[in-house]
């Protein structure tokens, strides 16, 4: 996956992930990398079986190729908040909703919760 951020909301976005497989054990390059001030952090380095990662979704990070000689590869959980809008909603409040979702965001104003941000 290329190197990105999740949104450009200047607040904190909680990202979590947890490795199923594993570098070194797995896969021999590739994954999860962060980027702070410029470095490249490396993730696949740091975990070990049953670590949790979290981190900001909004620092620039990405997958780098992964190589493996097993047939397994890289395999990661990232578990994220979801949310829905009830599905009762007559159709057409459902647009509506969406409808001023995208014009408050258009016009920098705050909107309600929704997706799978963990802004804090």
Do not use: W
Request: aromatic share 12%; charged share 20%; hydrophobic share 35%.
């Amino acid at each position: 996956m290329f190197e990105h951020s999740d949104t450009n909301n200047p607040k904190v976005l909680m990202n979590c992930m947890f490795n199923i497989t594993f570098k070194g054990t797995h896969f021999e390059e590739g994954g999860l990398f962060i980027r702070i001030n410029e470095k490249k952090i490396d993730i696949e380095d740091l975990i070990k079986p049953g670590s949790v990662m979290f981190y900001n979704g909004n620092l620039k990070h990405g997958i780098d190729r992964v190589s493996s000689k097993s047939e397994i590869g890289r395999i990661a959980g990232y578990p994220s908040r979801q949310f829905f809008h009830n599905s009762d909603y007559p159709i057409y409040l459902k647009f509506f909703n969406q409808a001023n979702i995208s014009i408050r965001k258009r016009l920098g104003l705050s909107t309600p919760a929704q997706g799978n941000s963990s802004l804090v």
